[in-house]
């Protein structure tokens, strides 16, 4: 699965298609995490996964 990652902040929220709900958490977490270093990355590429939180 493809995530959204925030460097600063340690948090992730998974990319989804055709996922109204997705969409808007998607749009919540780049407006929070504007003007902080974000990518696009696969899960699994996460180091120490248990550092990182997912964005509700």
């Not at 055709?18 to 977490?29: A, C, H, R, W």
């Amino acid at each position: 699965m493809r995530v959204k990652v925030c460097f600063m902040c340690r948090e992730y929220v998974p990319l989804l298609e055709d996922n109204y709900i997705n969409k808007e958490k998607l749009e919540k977490f780049d407006s929070l995490h504007s003007g902080h270093p974000v990518q696009i990355v696969n899960e699994e590429e996460l180091e120490n996964k248990r550092e990182w939180k997912p964005f509700l």
